[in-house]
């Protein structure tokens, strides 16, 4: 089998070529007015998504629907409905909180603020996660706080094919500093919600790490709303499971607010790993970067990005950027990757997207080797030099250090 | 010293028509010290011979020996023959996503010396080695190859010669693409890795105009996959002056004339 790397480009007849082919645009302050995308056919406007907490707006997906096109659904049954987190023989999964004192405050029950404020389900995935969660953990980062250590939420699930239901709300107090870690462990179908409320001049970090056990299944709506001269990141580590698909989103309630969403993923045979950005700029004065890459290994690994941007017309003096880079290590794998940038106004300060996948080849393998290097430390080498480029913007060093083992272990994975 | 003996080598590949016999039986040895030119028409398997020493996959060998100081070179994978002091400077060096040049070259220094560099006289050695080479300072950061021009890359090629200090060095057409300015930047390099005297060098090329800035003591005309004439640096001068024609037979006579009337004039 052939390695089929698509993005949208390559779809209307872009050759792809060895190596990396890196096609993108940056359009500076141009006279643009219209929906900007790579389709074949043309969309509807993201803006027009519908998002609703109600779960008969959503049905089950087909599978053919733009939100669903590339993903399994098949294989997500058990977490598109609508059913309560299994407790039986023990609940499917939990979770451990560590903050320090005070920042865990009483649970949100549905429609209680701030739970609702930046989070309206978007997705069939979302709203029955939504419904079933009666209680969603509600963590305050007080105003001005500058915790030591990263807060962390580790959700672990104990029962592989159990479903599980999660809506966690995280505030950033503001001007406070802080990076959180929600970290996956173990196995359950898992549906979970994160919705992030950053204040005015807060700094948050936000870190979701899915290091699941193979028969994992994920799905995840993360929300922000990034308050004024605030500075958001979200950081989507995926490496384990079968089927994880996260989708991380923002909105400003402010000006001068920036939002960073970056991604790391590792698909190894039979995995897929599905990863959607939408940035809404909403508010002038903004600043948002997208950057996905991903590597992928092995028969029938599939990956997808999917980086929305949407520039509103009084969006003015935006500056936005995103990019999806892809790694295909073996025949038989497949990266999707789609950026999708609608720019509603032409006085911005830049909108760019770009998207590449490389392929590492025998030709690849065959020069570093021919240089004295073993075929192990050479596809090391690659894929390390590739991914480290996220890992180092995480900047917590124990989780950078285990991050980069996972993925060492990913790779001695496939030498056997 | 050192000695690189290729004895009767016959080489083929798979190719959509069939099995395809590339190398008819060569033989050439190449001792430390010594500039070996194999000189001849495109397709004649020149590229193949410094492909099969490297040990790239693609080309089979079929009968016959490559030994390295008496060790089996065949024997060896490409990166094993790599450490035992072989090193191919490509005719098509390729990108390599995801790695910078100042990575690579040292991953590669230390797998090939068994030992990493010591930092501070690595990180000038490069640097003094780019100077000479004409290389940007700011290519250590880039990817390996990625972006670079034809000339660039083959400097990038001379320059890891010059830094691992190979036993042999295959040049495969590595003056082919590139202007007078960068030929003479690279040959530069070539004759400043010889002038150390522990290199051998076998300069694969289809044009005679790297041999006034490279000269070897050894010239070797290649047609159809053997060896069919061999002599010192005259041989190269009476190439320039009447091309391969008088090697070729038959219809393709007419072809290759053709083909170097173009290139010459």
């Known amino acids: ?416 | 010293m050192s000695t690189l003996e290729i004895k009767d080598l016959h080489v083929s590949i798979e190719t959509e028509q069939g099995t395809k016999e590339i190398l008819k039986g060569v033989s050439l040895t190449i001792r430390t010290g010594e500039t070996h030119a194999i000189m001849g028409p495109n397709g004649s398997g020149k590229s193949t011979l410094a492909s099969t020493i490297a040990g790239h996959p693609r080309y089979n060998v079929t009968s016959g020996t490559i030994t390295l100081d008496g060790e089996d070179v065949l024997a060896m994978s490409v990166d094993e023959r790599a450490r035992a002091g072989l090193f191919l400077a490509m005719q098509y060096p390729v990108e390599v996503p995801g790695v910078s040049m100042t990575n690579f070259l040292r991953t590669a220094k230390t797998a090939i010396d068994g030992e990493a560099p010591k930092l501070r006289t690595w990180t000038k050695d490069v640097k003094a080695a780019m100077e000479k080479l004409r290389i940007d300072a700011d290519f250590t950061q880039r990817n390996v190859n990625e972006g670079f021009s034809g000339g660039e890359k083959k400097r990038v090629e001379i320059l890891q010669l010059e830094l691992f200090k190979p036993k042999f060095a295959v040049l495969d057409e590595t003056d082919s693409g590139l202007d007078v300015d960068a030929l003479k930047v690279v040959s530069e390099g070539v004759n400043r890795a010889h002038a150390e005297g522990n290199m051998g060098t076998l300069l694969i090329t289809h044009y005679t105009r790297i041999l006034r800035y490279i000269k070897p003591e050894f010239v070797h005309v290649f047609v159809d996959g053997q060896v069919v004439e061999e002599g010192g640096p005259e041989l190269a001068d009476r190439l320039e002056e009447e091309g391969y024609d008088r090697y070729a037979k038959g219809a393709g006579a007419a072809t290759i004339a053709a083909a170097d009337a173009a290139v010459q004039g």
């Open chain 1, 1 to 416: 089998m052939t390695a089929e790397i698509t993005t949208e480009k390559a779809r209307i007849g872009a050759p792809s070529i060895a190596g990396f082919t890196e096609e993108g645009e940056g359009l500076v302050a141009a006279k643009v007015d219209h929906t900007h995308n790579h389709g074949v056919t043309v969309m509807s406007s993201r803006a027009e998504r519908l998002t609703s907490f109600n779960v008969a707006d959503f049905p089950l997906p087909t599978g053919r629907e733009e939100e669903w096109r590339f993903s399994p659904v098949r294989g997500l049954a058990n977490l598109l409905s609508d059913t309560a987190t299994d407790l039986d023989p023990v609940p499917a999964a939990g979770y451990t909180v560590e903050a320090p004192e005070g920042y865990v405050r009483a649970p949100l029950a549905p429609g209680a603020a701030p739970r609702g404020t930046a989070l309206v389900p978007a997705d069939r995935a979302a709203v029955v996660a939504s419904a079933n969660t009666d209680e969603a953990l509600h963590v305050v980062i007080p105003a001005e706080a500058e915790p030591a250590e990263p807060l962390r939420i580790l959700v672990h699930g104990a029962a592989a094919g159990h479903r599980s239901n999660a809506h966690f709300v995280l505030e950033a107090g503001a001007n406070s500093r802080s990076v959180v870690i929600l970290e996956h462990t173990g196995a359950a179908d898992h549906n979970g919600n994160l919705e992030v409320i950053v204040g005015e001049g807060a700094k948050l970090t936000v870190i979701s790490v899915q290091l699941w056990e193979d028969d994992a299944k994920h799905l995840a709506q993360h929300d922000a709303q990034v308050g004024k001269d605030a500075v958001y990141k979200h950081i989507a580590v995926s490496l384990g499971g079968s089927i994880v698909r996260l989708n991380s989103n923002v909105r400003f309630s402010g000006e001068g607010a920036e939002a960073e969403l970056l991604g790391l993923y590792f698909a190894d045979a039979g995995q897929h790993l599905e990863h959607r950005s939408f940035v809404d700029h909403n508010m002038a004065n903004c600043k948002s970067n997208v950057l996905y890459k991903g590597a992928l290994q092995g028969k029938d690994a599939h990956t997808v990005w999917v980086g929305d941007v949407l520039i509103q017309k009084q969006a003015l003096g935006t500056d936005s950027y995103e990019k999806n880079q892809n790694l295909v290590l073996t025949d038989g794998c497949r990266a999707d990757s789609v950026p999708n940038l609608e720019i509603e106004t032409g006085l911005i300060e830049g909108a760019g997207h770009a998207s590449s996948t490389g392929r590492f080849d025998d030709e690849h393998l065959f020069y570093l080797m021919a240089r004295g290097i073993p075929e192990d430390v050479a596809r090391r080498l690659v894929v390390r030099g590739f991914l480290n480029e996220i890992i180092q913007k995480i900047k917590v060093p124990a989780l950078e250090e285990r991050l980069t083992d996972a993925v060492e272990r990913e790779l001695a994975a496939s030498e056997n």
